[in-house]
């Protein structure tokens, strides 16, 4: 494509050539040829046409190479213009990306705060519960239970207190607070025991993990994940059990109280539990 500046040269080159030939046909003259023709005489310029003509020459080439210069500034603005937008273009790119990243941690931050908030409410009532409840001592709550020949499970007298461990893998998936498929035949069995044996007992389900962070995001801490499966079992016992609400409290301990040193894979295996732990404090009627 040609440039500006070879345009207008050839303006200038064109106005030129036709003000030389206005010229000659002011000053034609002509003569018969043996054939009835005419032939034009040569073109001559007086000192005054000449210099009128350089001068009109050097203002077309000025005004040409100011249109060339008016050309590359119009380019570099344009490329400027359009580098820009490209810029414009991308940061709206990364900004959407970035909103969309945000609104979907807002709506799982604000489904984690709905479930805490539930679970907030539950331990309230639990521990308003507990606190009307009539305190009996009584060392010889271990008694004869079913889920002790069950195996994995271990059933132990814990100073005043009985603890049912129920292992984790027994329970849940890894990392997860969702129940096994045959974990609430599992949990109605439980239930079943604790309602023949401690009808009035207040009853803990307190969550432990080994400390480690959690797999899924869904959880933010190992607090949480142990809040969560303990919920979990909590909703076996009263959904699936049959057992009331008001007898049992939820407690998350995450991996503040392991049984045994989590140096192992075994050791990490039997920290993660939910513990059952019967009270001797009693419900008031």
Excluded: W
């Excluded at 344009?78 to 945000?102: G, N």
């Excluded at 604000?110 to 060392?139: K, P, V, Y």
């Excluded at 939820?250 to 732990?277: D, L, M, Y």
Aim: aromatic share 4%; hydrophobic share 35%.
């Amino acid at each position: 494509m040609p440039s500006a500046n070879a345009f207008s040269n050839r303006i200038a080159i064109a106005l030129v050539f036709g003000a030389l030939m206005l010229a000659g046909c002011n000053q034609q003259q002509y003569s018969a040829s043996p054939y009835g023709a005419t032939a034009a005489a040569p073109v001559t310029l007086s000192p005054q046409q000449q210099t009128a003509m350089a001068q009109q020459t050097q203002q077309y080439q000025q005004r040409a190479a100011a249109l060339d210069h008016d050309n590359q500034e119009l380019q570099s603005m344009l490329a400027q213009t359009k580098q820009q937008s490209q810029i414009l273009e991308e940061q709206v790119r990364a900004t959407q990306s970035q909103l969309k990243d945000t609104t979907d941690r807002l709506v799982a931050m604000q489904t984690d705060n709905d479930q805490l908030r539930g679970r907030t409410t539950a331990m309230a009532a639990s521990i308003q519960t507990r606190s009307q409840a009539e305190i009996h001592a009584n060392n010889t709550l271990l008694r004869s239970l079913t889920v002790t020949n069950m195996p994995g499970i271990n059933v132990r007298q814990d100073g005043d207190v009985v603890r049912i461990e129920l292992p984790d893998d027994q329970l849940f998936n890894y990392g997860t607070a969702q129940l096994k498929p045959g974990a609430d035949a599992l949990l109605k069995t439980i239930a079943a025991d604790l309602t023949q044996n401690y009808p009035q007992q207040l009853i803990g389900v307190e969550g432990h993990t080994d400390g480690s962070p959690p797999a899924s995001p869904q959880y933010p801490t190992d607090q949480h994940l142990s809040v969560a499966q303990a919920m979990a079992v909590y909703d076996g016992l009263t959904r699936t059990g049959g057992m009331p609400t008001r007898q049992l409290f939820v407690v998350g301990h995450g991996g503040s109280h392991p049984v045994v040193s989590n140096g192992t894979e075994a050791g990490r295996a039997r920290n993660r539990r939910v513990e059952i732990v019967i009270y001797p404090e009693t419900m008031r009627r």
